[in-house]
């Protein structure tokens, strides 16, 4: 069996063959990961987060989540009884099929792409306890009130988060179509590996799953808290309210100026309404207290 790996650079300068035929830069056409079986070979497309290439080159409190910036990378391959051709445009076989060349195992086509696809998510549990402890320091922030920092670290979180169901799963589809391939250019009794990759797969997505949930729980935290803290506001501006009207009501109520109004000519009128004004504000705060509104 023939493995060869094509360069993004050899791709576009058209030296990229599989048999005889030559093959095009699909990087534009990578959305997700999917196999597609023909009559004499598989073709399959591969979409990787960029987490697991930033994860190794920089320290853990720095990796960024995705969503942000370009946070995919792609490969594509094809595959047949006699031939095995990468089109790593992105860098991300390349590693890998170094090692596999210098360890000198004869690998068949089954098991290079199984120990490819496990490579790619060999050390996600790590990741994922990772955006766990993140989630916690998350949930740490909700009481001190720092608002736009929760949103826009939260909001790129949860997109993490569907962006890693969704990869996981699509994983899992992925190794059950290799399987499928059994027919076209792979022996039956070596393609139990892909049954590995897809408990390995469903495995993590459960790990995802669970922290979604916990997710949904941080934001629902996060809402109570705005709506207490909505409800102290308007407790405030309620006990305000209440009392001011009575002081406005005598304020109006004075400020009539009929000629014969009795307080207008009454040489203590001015401290008696002054007088009566704390006594309703004095009243209040009373009752106020007494209901334990503050």
Request: with cysteine; hydrophobic share 40%.
């Amino acid at each position: 069996m023939q493995c060869r790996i094509f360069t993004g650079k050899e791709i576009a300068d058209g030296k990229a063959l599989f048999g005889n035929r030559p093959l095009k830069d699909e990087s534009q056409e990578i959305h997700c990961c999917k196999v597609k079986i023909h009559h004499s070979y598989l073709h399959g497309m591969v979409q990787v987060p960029e987490v697991h290439y930033t994860r190794e080159k920089r320290s853990e409190e720095n990796v960024p989540l995705l969503g942000q910036g370009h946070a995919f990378r792609t490969f594509s391959f094809y595959v047949s009884r006699t031939e095995l051709v990468f089109l790593d445009q992105d860098d991300v076989v390349s590693d890998f099929l170094q090692q596999w060349e210098k360890s000198g195992e004869n690998l068949s086509s089954e098991e290079i792409l199984y120990r490819l696809m496990m490579s790619l998510i060999d050390d996600d549990i790590i990741m994922i306890d990772w955006i766990y402890r993140q989630l916690a320091m998350l949930e740490g922030e909700i009481p001190k009130d720092n608002t736009r920092f929760f949103l826009q670290r939260m909001s790129s979180m949860k997109q993490t988060i569907y962006q890693m169901f969704r990869y996981y799963h699509q994983l899992a589809e992925f190794a059950q179509d290799l399987m499928e391939g059994k027919e076209v250019c792979f022996e039956e009794e070596r393609i139990a590996c892909f049954s590995e990759m897809i408990q390995r797969t469903g495995r993590l997505a459960e790990e995802v799953e669970v922290m979604r949930e916990y997710a949904n729980e941080v934001w629902e935290i996060y809402q109570a808290q705005i709506n207490i803290r909505q409800n102290d506001i308007m407790k405030v501006l309620t006990i305000v309210t209440t009392i001011f009207l009575p002081l406005s009501l005598l304020a109006g109520w004075y400020g009539m100026n009929f000629q014969y109004m009795p307080e207008l000519s009454w040489k203590y009128g001015y401290l008696f309404a002054a007088a009566l004004s704390a006594a309703i504000i004095l009243f209040c705060l009373v009752i106020f207290k007494k209901k334990r509104y503050w």
